[in-house]
């Protein structure tokens, strides 16, 4: 079983916040694949369904960003999963805009939902690193994020939400350079991503 986790805030002031592209990507998982209801339960919201024969459960905190730990933690102690079970969707200052990357553990690059997690569960879960890219200066960090995402972008972030969703089997069965790069490929055949050569 894995436990896919969407960062963002709840309510409909931050649904279209660039913090937000968590919730986006696991909502369209839940979309694609036919994902049962969501309903409320450990401090947040959950749906269930399954990719590549493997049973998936979508979490989406409702503590807002800053907690979501205590949502994640509840949700893995009561399914009893370890560290390698969880994966989190979340948005990343530090990759352009239409970027992806994924890494395990690590450090949390001032991410509070991250945090979060970390200080619930553990440090050694796999992230899906959403490039929002950075307004250039620290200062405008907590506004840029809490905006919502410009008109110009909204075509990339479909296009993102739509790779994810069209290849999350091979997360949850581990295959995460195959998913990497199917996510890669797909962005470039829409015009998005560009050279990747300054991979992070």
């Known amino acids: 079983m894995r436990l896919f986790v969407g960062l963002g805030n709840p309510g409909a002031k931050y649904q279209g916040n660039r913090h937000n592209i968590g919730f986006m990507a696991v909502d369209e998982i839940a ?4 994902f049962a209801p969501w309903r409320r339960r450990f401090q947040g ?20 960003m800053n907690e979501s730990g ?3 933690g509840e949700a893995a ?5 370890g560290l ?3 994966v989190v969707f979340h948005d990343e200052l530090d990759l352009p805009p239409a970027k992806l990357r ?3 553990g690590g450090g949390n690059a001032g991410h509070n939902g991250l945090r979060s997690i970390d200080a619930h569960v553990g440090n050694a879960f796999r992230r899906i690193r959403i490039g929002i890219g950075h307004p250039g200066v620290k200062e405008l960090v907590h506004a840029y994020v809490l905006n919502d995402f410009a008109k110009a ?3 990339w972030v479909e296009a993102m939400t739509d790779a994810i969703a069209d290849n999350a089997g091979l997360i949850a069965t581990g295959q995460d350079a195959s998913f990497q790069n199917k ?5 470039q055949a829409k015009g998005f991503g560009g050279d990747d050569s300054a991979s992070k």
Do not use: C, N, W
């Open 31 to 34: 979309r694609r694949h036919g």
């Open 45 to 64: 919201e959950t749906a269930e369904g399954t990719l590549e024969r493997e049973r998936v459960i979508l979490l989406k905190p409702t503590t807002y």
């Open 70 to 72: 205590q949502s994640v």
């Open 77 to 81: 102690k009561f399914f009893k999963l």
């Open 84 to 86: 390698g079970d969880i």
């Open 102 to 104: 994924i890494k395990v």
């Open 153 to 155: 972008e909204r075509a």
């Open 183 to 187: 996510v890669h490929l797909a962005m």
